[in-house]
């Protein structure tokens, strides 16, 4: 694969690992072998991604052996919103399939408001969800698991900004750190984030 590339100022870096370590810290269930050895995970991203939404998640699953492809509308470098993190999509949406992954994750910030205008984004998220392998969306990420038109009676967290889009969707939000239905994983902000990990790692387990 090829690995996103971090360019961050000094201190904003210090900050950010400094918070997500102290979040792992405190959850040491979340340390974990090689359990996903050979699994494939598929991240959607496109231009103004969250960086720790992406980055934690996306080293975690790596960490456990996970193979990681990133995703989007082109292949090419693209910047997080928060940050002068940038991150390299590998693929297009336009030339991948469901059948070579085995979960899919969406992180938030301002990536998901793009993702969901584009009709090839979509169709792949609704067949990814129709496979009932894991799709985990963080933050505004479950907006484009919404605009696949398929969560009616499905049960999803999200930051609070976008309740109103989840309910309006047909789906029932809830305020929690993680919510699991059936192959949905959702959670809401970035303190969620080893919560958020851990769920991943555990229904691909499963």
Do not use: W
């Amino acid at each position: 694969m090829v690995y996103p590339k971090k360019m961050v100022p000094g201190i904003l870096l210090l900050i950010t690992a400094f918070a997500l370590t102290s979040l792992f810290a405190a959850n040491p269930e979340i340390t974990t072998e090689k359990e996903l050895e050979g699994k494939r995970v598929a991240f959607l991203i496109t231009e103004g991604f969250h960086d720790a939404e992406t980055m934690f998640p996306l080293g975690f699953l790596q960490n456990a052996g996970a193979n990681i492809t990133v995703i989007g509308i082109e292949p090419g470098t693209y910047t997080a919103y928060n940050s002068d993190v940038t991150a390299v999509v590998e693929r297009s949406v336009n030339d991948v399939t469901p059948a070579e992954f085995d979960a899919l994750v969406i992180p938030g910030g301002r990536s998901p408001a793009n993702l969901r205008e584009h009709p090839a984004v979509v169709d792949f998220v609704r067949e990814f969800i129709q496979t009932n392998k894991p799709v985990a969306s963080i933050c505004h990420g479950p907006q484009v698991v919404i605009a696949t038109g398929i969560v009616q009676g499905r049960t999803l967290t999200a930051v609070g900004g976008i309740q109103n889009e989840i309910t309006e969707a047909g789906a029932v939000y809830v305020d929690k750190e993680v919510m699991i239905d059936g192959n949905l994983i959702t959670s809401r902000t970035p303190p969620d984030i080893p919560a958020f990990s851990m769920a991943i790692k555990e229904l691909m387990r499963n």
